[in-house]
């Protein structure tokens, strides 16, 4: 458990609702319901962050444990039930350099794709956006793509999320 928005307790009708406190206060009541009822839920850890090298220093811990992320939460903000600046996701992307084996136009629009070479052995399609690249990319053979990804399939070594950035 990580956060609670509402609380219905046996004296309690109808529930009530916690969303418009600051995180701080509710994850405190949180933390004392669940001490109070010596149950078996775990509370997340919290992890005080305060600058963006903090930040950058837990996300090269979390990649080399190969985690895909951290929430950033602001301690004094009330719950919204949308995106926004209060929440935000941070992933430990990471980059690799790979040889292009072919390419292909899609048929689809402006519809453009790769083949790079993983490491071990296999081909992954990536799709580029960017006309000049697509253009070098059908002029030369032997090129190479830096291409950005979330993490490896432990399964087959497949790339999740894999986005091409630019040529090497």
Same mark, same amino acid.
């Given at each position: 458990a990580f956060d609670i928005l509402?609380?219905?307790?046996?004296n309690t009708k109808p529930p009530i609702p916690l969303g418009h406190f600051p995180l701080r206060e509710r994850r405190k009541f949180l933390e004392s319901l669940l001490i109070e009822r010596n149950d078996t839920f775990k509370i997340v850890e919290q992890i005080p962050i305060t600058s963006p090298n903090e930040v950058e220093a837990a996300l090269?811990? %979390?990649?080399?444990l190969g985690q895909e992320g951290i929430m950033l939460k602001n301690l004094d903000a009330s719950y919204v039930a949308k995106r926004?600046?209060?929440? %935000?996701?941070a992933k430990t992307w990471n980059e690799i350099e790979l040889p292009i084996l072919r390419w292909e136009d899609t048929g689809i629009g402006d519809g453009f794709i790769i083949y790079?070479?993983?490491?071990?052995?296999?081909?992954?399609?990536?799709?580029?956006n960017g006309h000049k690249d697509r253009e070098m990319i059908r002029a030369k053979q032997g090129l190479v793509a830096e291409i950005k990804y979330l993490s490896e399939s432990k399964?087959?070594?497949?790339?999740?999320?894999?986005?091409?950035?630019r040529l090497v």
């Amino acid at each position: 458990a990580f956060d609670i928005l509402e609380y219905s307790g046996r004296n309690t009708k109808p529930p009530i609702p916690l969303g418009h406190f600051p995180l701080r206060e509710r994850r405190k009541f949180l933390e004392s319901l669940l001490i109070e009822r010596n149950d078996t839920f775990k509370i997340v850890e919290q992890i005080p962050i305060t600058s963006p090298n903090e930040v950058e220093a837990a996300l090269n811990k %979390l990649r080399e444990l190969g985690q895909e992320g951290i929430m950033l939460k602001n301690l004094d903000a009330s719950y919204v039930a949308k995106r926004g600046r209060n929440w %935000l996701k941070a992933k430990t992307w990471n980059e690799i350099e790979l040889p292009i084996l072919r390419w292909e136009d899609t048929g689809i629009g402006d519809g453009f794709i790769i083949y790079v070479q993983l490491k071990n052995g296999k081909e992954q399609r990536v799709v580029v956006n960017g006309h000049k690249d697509r253009e070098m990319i059908r002029a030369k053979q032997g090129l190479v793509a830096e291409i950005k990804y979330l993490s490896e399939s432990k399964d087959d070594g497949a790339l999740r999320f894999p986005s091409f950035r630019r040529l090497v």
